[in-house]
């Protein structure tokens, strides 16, 4: 696709559930990013993975959270347990390379009630 | 992480230039300077970066200080669509590069 797409783009889920959160970046990009932004705030880091290097998972606030990239290619998000706070939207960006600039996808609102 | 300290709103009117300041004292040798803007309700859009010369790209020019410690974001004549938040951000170079770290940014808002 042009862009990269996640899906899906609104998620309302009860509290305790597990929920996957999908990322498909722009072919051939090599970095992949996820990131989340509560309501009013500032982008918080989550996980990086670039090529065949091992992730950084330096930003996943909680061992609930986990993120896997298949083939170099689709990235899913999985939140295990949800809580009232992980209430926010969640970004996927993706770049060919890491001196380039990074495309975000429109998110995927998670509301957990 | 490097951090950078940009204002928190500013104000423009229509057709006349922006000019966005961003410092940025704590940058290292191997940081590149990010431009991002975010419309409501979408995500982050990229809009240039650098690393030690100016910049000019069909979005924008980035001015960056010789000791690289703040650096200016210039819209030439500004549009109501540019309204947006826009973060200055640095990002590790070397073999660490990639991870991008948001701040608050700068609330443009552009008058007609």
């Known amino acids: 696709g042009a862009g990269v797409s996640q899906s899906p783009s609104n998620k309302v889920t009860e509290k305790g559930k597990d929920v996957e959160l999908r990322c498909d970046p722009i072919?051939?990009?090599?970095?992949l990013y996820w990131y989340r932004q509560s309501l009013g705030q500032g982008l918080e880091f989550l996980i990086y993975?670039?090529?065949?290097?091992?992730?950084?998972k330096s930003g996943l606030p909680s061992d609930r959270f986990s993120a896997e990239r298949t083939g170099g290619s689709v990235s899913t998000l999985t939140i295990q347990r949800t809580q009232q706070e992980d209430s926010a939207v969640y970004l996927c960006?993706?770049?060919?390379?890491?001196?380039?600039?990074?495309?975000f996808g429109s998110g995927t609102r998670l509301t957990v009630v | 992480d490097a951090k950078t300290t940009q204002p928190n709103s500013m104000e423009s009117n229509e057709e006349e230039p922006v000019h966005l300041p961003c410092n940025h004292s704590t940058i290292s040798g191997t940081d590149y300077i990010h431009w991002y803007r975010q419309l409501p309700s979408q995500g982050p859009e990229y809009v240039i970066h650098g690393l030690t010369s100016n910049v000019n790209n069909r979005m924008a020019s980035l001015a960056i200080a010789e000791d690289r410690k703040s650096s200016t974001l210039i819209l030439h004549r500004a549009t109501l669509r540019d309204a947006a938040v826009y973060y200055c951000i640095l990002g590790a170079g070397g073999t660490s590069y990639g991870k991008l770290t948001f701040g608050q940014g700068t609330i443009l808002t552009v008058h007609p």
């Open positions: 960006a993706s770049s060919p390379d890491r001196a380039l600039g990074y495309t």
């Open positions: 993975f670039q090529g065949n290097s091992a992730p950084d």
């Open positions: 072919s051939g990009h090599t970095a």
